[in-house]
């Protein structure tokens, strides 16, 4: 079974400008999570999809962040401007359903983002 | 709110030898843990988790944590470190029903031969 695919891998960016990052997810998994994580620290939850809609962004900086996943299946996060502390790795995972209790998370490999 | 709080940012021990990582979580109710390691370039992968069954959970590549609600506490052991245990481990709380997970700073385990 495949896993959670992001691309791409690295990136290397100027502030103010933008950037996105793509998402496949697990087949089948409903569930769409993306987490942010800055150089010694733990991922922080960013923002969370079940199916195509939005279960939770309260941490997502809306002025800057924004997330999609319109089919309910990949998705894409972008960030415009791009700050220098935005510098991160910014994870994707994945789980089954959101039942009670949720499924196991399924991470991705990241994408980590450099901001000059 | 849920948090945790990893006691040691970075441990070192020697292969063969016993491995602690310390983690103590804060809950107004009965939590789920986990752990999840992490190791360079890859993605975070989990260890082992705790869902109110046994106190006592064991994960995989040996690992077992003990879940001590009188301590608040849910460290990490494994009897004999491998070298290619040296990764990030993060210690975990799941905020209520839904699937956030909260997770801690990380410590990061350093083997030597």
């Known amino acids: 079974e495949a896993g959670v695919a992001q691309s791409p891998r690295y990136k290397i960016i100027e502030k103010r400008q933008s950037v996105a990052f793509w998402c496949n997810p697990i087949?089948?998994?409903?569930?769409l999570y993306w987490y942010q994580q800055i150089l010694g620290q733990g991922p922080k939850l960013l923002i969370q999809?079940?199916?195509?809609?939005?279960?939770?962004d309260s941490q997502l900086p809306k002025d800057r962040f924004s997330a999609e996943r319109l089919k309910g299946v990949d998705s894409t996060l972008k960030i415009q401007p791009a700050k220098l502390e935005d510098s991160a790795v910014y994870l994707c995972?994945?789980?089954?359903?959101?039942?009670?209790?949720?499924?196991?998370?399924?991470f991705g490999p990241g994408t980590r983002l450099t901001v000059l | 709110a849920q948090s945790v709080t990893q006691l040691d940012s970075h441990v070192s021990v020697s292969e063969g030898t016993p491995v602690l990582l310390r983690c103590n979580y804060s809950?107004?109710?009965?939590?789920?843990l986990f752990w999840y390691v992490q190791h360079p370039n890859k993605g975070l992968q989990l260890l082992l988790k705790?869902?109110?069954?046994?106190?006592l959970v064991k994960g995989i590549n040996g690992f077992e944590a003990e879940f001590k609600k009188s301590e608040t506490s849910f460290h990490l052991t494994k009897p004999s470190a491998h070298m290619s245990d040296a990764a990030e481990y993060f210690c975990?709380?799941?905020?209520?029903?839904?699937?956030?997970?909260?997770f801690g700073q990380g410590t990061e385990l350093s083997v030597k031969p």
């Open positions: 087949s089948g998994h409903a569930t």
């Open positions: 999809f079940q199916n195509n809609g939005v279960v939770d």
């Open positions: 705790y869902t109110s069954a046994a106190t």
């Open positions: 995972a994945s789980s089954f359903h959101q039942g009670r209790p949720p499924d196991e998370q399924f």
């Open positions: 809950s107004s109710y009965s939590p789920s």
């Open positions: 975990v709380v799941r905020r209520g029903g839904g699937g956030k997970l909260i």
